[in-house]
């Protein structure tokens, strides 16, 4: 007789050796109805500006909220999404919900007032202008003696 190892239902798994062969994957833990995702950020700076450019495919301009709050600027965008297949068999609704949220520390040289937002072709560009006395004023070369 030879003993078999029985495993519960559900079991966390270890850090690198159950994650994958345990079927994990696919207990459907991963098609969870809110899903968390962080979109993939460009932060450039220029004399005039900084700007911020987050690649979020698939979204409208209305499931955005920016708020600049004190010194940082919150970007949040919450994108739902529901698919309905028919077949001579069987009827089947899904959801999906996919919500992120992105904070930036403003440096003192941005007017919070004037940050302009726009979301064209998947991509949400903020425009953080720079105060006038913070505006570059090209390079200048440092001598050292």
Known sequence: MSLIKSKPAFTAPSLFTDFFNDGFLDNGLLDLPLTRWVPNANVRESGEEFVIELAAPGMEKDEFNVEVQEDVIVIEGQHDEEREERDEQYHRKEFKTTSFKRSFRLPQSVIADKV????AHGILKLTLPKREEAKSIGK??????
């Not at 200048?140 to 003696?145: A, E, F, R, T, Y």
């Open 116 to 119: 302009d937002a726009k979301y």
């Open 140 to 145: 200048k070369l440092i001598k050292i003696s």
